[in-house]
């Protein structure tokens, strides 16, 4: 699909119609090029984390081949641009939020103050969604409790590193984050769409 097809799209069609072009569907990724590159990919993700295929998702510009950022204005995807993977997968993420809890409860003094982690993670706990690479602990306040979760965050990162191998088209980096459920994905993302037809229609009088 075209940029100019996906706005033309956009002006005739609900937000929540929108999400299977956006989301819900298993086409192969504009930044894959091929089913096989698709599979491997998903594969990557699969061998190294407790997922399935069906869990794991491309969105963005990598997905469609132009932004869905709000103010982009449809941008091409670039040799610039990132890959967003969304990984939706309930006991996953059920287990990180009690390691989190685990290593440090919230009155924990490394949840105090500003500029510490939970500060945004909170907010994306609420949200239902946490990026595994932005959970930031000190390992020398919370020593060995704290070892699962940077257990996690380095199978994150390497699975993310060896999937980013498959793509055809060339790019600058690879971002993850884990849902609990689809229906926080669908919100995010409906959220996501009402700020882009804002910017590419106007707000609605």
């Not at 500003?114 to 907010?123: E, I, L, T």
């Not at 959970?135 to 919370?142: A, E």
Request: glycine share 6%.
């Amino acid at each position: 699909m075209r940029s100019a097809e996906f706005r033309s799209l956009m002006s005739t069609t609900k937000d929540s119609d929108l999400l299977d072009v956006c989301l819900r569907n298993q086409d192969v990724p504009f930044v894959i090029g091929s089913k096989a590159a698709w599979d491997d990919f998903r594969g990557a993700l699969v061998f190294a984390l407790p997922l399935s295929q069906d869990d794991i998702r491309i969105v963005g510009s990598a997905r469609l081949g132009f932004s869905l950022k709000p103010r982009n204005n449809l941008r091409r995807f670039r040799e610039t641009s990132d890959i967003d993977v969304v990984v939706v997968n309930e006991p996953l993420f059920d287990w990180l939020w009690i390691a989190l809890l685990t290593a440090a409860y919230p009155r924990h003094a490394v949840f105090r103050g500003a500029g510490r982690w939970d500060q945004p993670g909170r907010s994306e706990l609420f949200a239902g969604w946490l990026t595994p690479l932005l959970v930031h602990m000190d390992r020398k306040i919370l020593g060995a409790k704290a070892a699962p979760i940077f257990e996690f965050k380095t199978k994150w990162f390497n699975a993310l590193k060896e999937a980013a191998r498959h793509p055809a088209k060339r790019h600058r980096d690879i971002n993850g984050r884990l849902y609990r459920t689809w229906q926080h994905a669908e919100l995010y993302h409906l959220h996501s769409l009402s700020e882009l037809r804002t910017s590419l229609f106007g707000a609605i009088s």
